[in-house]
């Protein structure tokens, strides 16, 4: 049986992501993986579903996909930064940079106007990430709570980003004392007003869900994939393979969990209007289990992604060190070449 990890952060459930983020740089794999104990995986192990899927693979699309990467609050408003990737990445395909506009556990703007404009400049579509509940809800947040988060979003909206992604949309991966219809209308309601910014500025409107979430119809946090097709453009499941916890095929074949996932999320958006486009995993947490480098493991997420008719993918780095996903799309840009006749 699957036990996706999915995104959780700061409560009982241990956060594989923020693992990633930071204990990645502090620890060895080793205690890492010791973090990851069946404590962990019993809790979910009754919420998660694993099926090989009977679906056949989505068509790559005809359009060049959006190859995306993510920056922090602070990378992202350093624009001599910002600049050396893009002129790293703009090269290869990177098209598409997502950034933090508040800091850990805060609902305070920040962003940097120029770094914005520059990338415009680039045509690379800039995406402004908003997380809404930091570690999730247990109770439904106090009024003032709320509008802290709604005037988060308005001056996203104002600040020309091409896209308001929202993440941390959900309640505790634990109990709490709301049936799922009442999460669901909550989260909706949330939606909603998120949804008169972005029609406001004229921009898109995503969310970040569980990578779980493209196999569960009915999940304890309160993310259900149709419900967010009704109200936003573009949905991001986290499906890194690492986070596969106790499921060998998943955690050992990326290329698969990915193709897998995404394929399970596009066909439940069919006759929407919602574009699909997964998060892929440019950090090493558990990348041991597939035998193979690390590149040639972004390298198949890559091709899996761009089999299907998803938008895109978007990398994630904590600490933006993309240099690995550079040379792994350096060398698909030399496969194409050695294909083509």
């Not at 502090?26 to 990851?36: A, D, G, P, Q």
């Not at 005809?62 to 703009?90: C, F, H, S, T, W």
């Not at 920040?110 to 809404?132: F, W």
């Not at 994630?316 to 240099?323: G, K, M, P, V």
Request: hydrophobic share 35%.
């Amino acid at each position: 049986m699957t036990v996706y990890c999915g995104k959780t952060q700061g409560e009982k459930v241990p956060d594989l992501r923020r693992a990633s983020e930071k204990l990645y740089t502090v620890m060895s794999s080793s205690y890492i993986l010791k973090l990851t104990s069946a404590a962990f995986c019993g809790l979910l192990l009754l919420q998660c579903v694993s099926s090989t899927p009977t679906e056949e693979p989505a068509s790559k699309p005809d359009q060049a996909p959006m190859r995306g990467i993510y920056l922090d609050v602070n990378r992202g408003r350093n624009l001599d930064l910002v600049r050396k990737l893009v002129e790293r990445g703009k090269p290869l395909g990177i098209n598409y940079i997502v950034i933090d506009v508040q800091p850990f556990g805060s609902y305070r703007f920040l962003s940097n106007p120029e770094v914005i404009a520059y990338l415009k400049s680039q045509d690379i579509y800039v995406t402004g990430r908003v997380v809404c509940f930091q570690d999730g809800m247990s109770r439904k947040p106090s009024e003032e709570r709320l509008n802290q988060l709604y005037a988060l979003m308005e001056k996203t909206g104002e600040a020309g980003f091409n896209e308001l992604q929202l993440d941390y949309i959900r309640f505790v991966d634990d109990w709490s004392p709301y049936s799922l219809q009442q999460k669901y209308d909550f989260i909706d309601s949330i939606l909603q007003r998120a949804e008169a910014v972005t029609d406001a500025h004229n921009m898109n409107l995503g969310a970040d869900l569980f990578g779980r979430v493209v196999y569960n119809h009915d999940d304890i946090i309160g993310q259900k994939i149709e419900n967010f097709a009704k109200r936003v453009d573009v949905i991001y499941p986290m499906l890194y393979p690492s986070h596969f916890i106790g499921d060998t095929k998943r955690l050992s074949n990326p290329g698969f969990t990915i193709e897998e996932g995404t394929t399970k999320g596009l066909n439940r958006l069919k006759g929407t209007k919602t574009r699909l486009q997964p998060f892929i995993q440019a950090f090493g947490y558990n990348v041991g289990y597939a035998r193979m480098s690390y590149k040639d493991y972004i390298i198949a997420q890559i091709k899996a992604a761009e089999k299907t008719e998803a938008r895109g993918w978007v990398a994630w780095n904590a600490r933006a060190e993309y240099e690995t996903l550079f040379q792994a799309l350096e060398e698909l840009a030399k496969e194409e070449t050695a294909s083509t006749p």
